[in-house]
Every structure is written in C-alpha cells, then in structure tokens.
C-alpha cells in the first residue's frame, strides 16, 4: 500500500531530506574527531622539531579497500605524518610511504590500541610520493573516518 494515501507528498520529502541532513551531519562529526585523533599525535613530534602544516587531508577508509594519498616531499627534509582514525572506532591502521618507483617505505611509530601512527620518511629525492592507509587486523570491520596531518623539519 503506498504511503501517499497517509502522508501528504511535501510531508515525505521533508523527511527524506532530515534523514539525509543527519546523515552529512553524523559523518562531519565522525571525520572531526578523526581530525581531533591524529592532532593528538603531533605534540610530541613538535616537540622533535617538526612544524606541521595548518590543513589536515580527510576521508573515508574503507573496510577492504585502502586509500593512497599523493604528497609532494622534497629532499632534505625529514616527514612525520600523523595518521588516525576514531578512537573509538575500534579500527586498527596502517601505513606506509610509497616511493617513486611505488616500493614501500618509512619507519612507523604506532600507537598501542591501533588506531593511530606516527609515519616518518626521508626521501632521497624531490618528488610526488603516495601515503598508502589501510585497515588491519585480523577483520576490518565497517568503513571509518580517517585523518592525516604533515610534519616537516
């Protein structure tokens, strides 16, 4: 039986369009405290030296699929990239640098409960490189926020 008899057309369109808002709205607090995770990991890497830039890359990791990032690193620089996602999420992450040539590299500094890492690389030349994240443990579970912020010294 369709719901047109019990609710006018406008009233159901209203609804949809709630629903839709609290959905945008569910998501942009989850990737905030995604953001809010991996700023936690920059304090004691400035305290290191790193200066970090003002803007955070931001998105969605997938259960089964990872993401790669393109970053441009110049030599002479050391990188701290500082990854996470959700606290409670209960998500466990990794990551790597992918190098010119797509191999992977950095030395990783985790965080114990899984959900964050400090990633650290030194490229050997200019260039565009690839920050590769993904879910680990024994079985991803659902889709998650994820943010990352770039240190330099």
Same mark, same amino acid.
Request: charged share 20%; net charge positive; glycine share 10%.
């Given at each position: 039986?369709?719901? &047109?008899?019990? %609710?006018?057309?406008?009233?159901?369109?209203?609804?949809?369009?709630?629903?839709?808002?609290? *959905?945008? #709205?569910?998501? &942009? &607090?989850?990737?905030?405290?995604?953001?809010?995770? =991996?700023?936690?990991? #920059?304090? @004691?890497?400035?305290?290191?030296?790193?200066? %970090?830039? =003002? @803007?955070?890359? *931001? !998105?969605?990791?997938?259960?089964?699929?990872?993401?790669?990032?393109?970053?441009?690193? %110049?030599?002479? !620089? $050391?990188?701290?990239?500082?990854?996470? +996602?959700?606290?409670? *999420?209960?998500?466990?992450? *990794?990551?790597? +640098?992918? @190098?010119? $040539?797509?191999?992977?590299?950095?030395?990783?500094?985790?965080?114990? @409960?899984?959900?964050?890492? #400090?990633? %650290?690389?030194?490229?050997?030349?200019?260039?565009?490189?690839?920050?590769?994240?993904?879910?680990?443990?024994?079985?991803?579970?659902?889709?998650?926020?994820?943010?990352? #912020?770039?240190?330099?010294?």
């Amino acid at each position: 039986m369709p719901l &047109a008899p019990f %609710f006018p057309r406008p009233l159901l369109l209203l609804g949809f369009l709630l629903l839709g808002c609290l *959905s945008v #709205v569910t998501h &942009a &607090a989850d990737l905030k405290d995604a953001e809010a995770a =991996a700023l936690r990991l #920059v304090p @004691d890497q400035e305290r290191e030296g790193y200066e %970090f830039r =003002a @803007d955070l890359w *931001s !998105n969605t990791l997938e259960a089964r699929m990872g993401r790669a990032v393109r970053v441009q690193l %110049f030599k002479g !620089n $050391e990188y701290a990239f500082c990854i996470a +996602v959700p606290r409670d *999420s209960g998500a466990r992450i *990794s990551a790597v +640098v992918l @190098d010119l $040539e797509g191999k992977p590299a950095g030395d990783v500094l985790p965080v114990a @409960d899984g959900w964050g890492m #400090v990633l %650290f690389y030194k490229p050997k030349k200019t260039g565009t490189y690839a920050i590769a994240i993904r879910q680990t443990g024994p079985q991803p579970g659902k889709a998650v926020p994820c943010a990352f #912020v770039t240190g330099w010294k």
